[in-house]
């Protein structure tokens, strides 16, 4: 079993920056691949970023694309997304998943919730204007 549990969260004003960090436990195996999705109150959730396990390829949804920057360091079993240039629509409850991977999906990205085995409980990103 893996566990998430993600911190960072909190207020910000618009234009500064946050960082969330995702602890991975438990089955502490590289080949996940990790992603980063957000919810805002009365929105479906939406993807925000995703990075591939094995060649660290990433994506990112439009609306932070030049904003945000996901990372991971496998030897501390975390994933960071750093939050810059804040907005208020960003605020969300933020959340991290886990896709554990096999040898043959190194390179690819998972967009969709669904796709995602293992989820962490959330942590709230207020953007205040």
């Known amino acids: 079993q893996v566990q998430l549990v993600e911190s960072g969260g909190g207020l910000g004003q618009a234009g500064g920056a946050l960082r969330l960090s995702c602890v991975r436990s438990?089955?502490?195996?590289?080949?996940?691949?990790m992603g980063w999705f957000r919810q805002a109150p009365g929105n479906e959730g939406e993807v925000v970023a995703t990075?591939?396990?094995?060649?660290?390829?990433?994506y990112y949804t439009n609306a932070v694309k030049g904003r945000f920057t996901i990372s991971r360091d496998n030897a501390k079993n975390t994933v960071v997304l750093q939050m810059n240039s804040l907005k208020p629509e960003d605020t969300a409850v933020y959340y991290c998943?886990?896709?554990?991977?096999?040898?043959?999906?190194?390179?690819?990205?998972?967009?969709?919730?669904?796709?995602?085995?293992?989820w962490g409980q959330g942590t709230q990103v207020t953007v205040s204007s």
């Open positions: 998943a886990a896709k554990a991977g096999t040898y043959y999906s190194g390179n690819r990205l998972y967009i969709a919730e669904y796709e995602y085995d293992y």
């Open positions: 438990g089955r502490t195996f590289s080949n996940y691949a």
């Open positions: 990075i591939a396990w094995r060649s660290g390829s990433t």
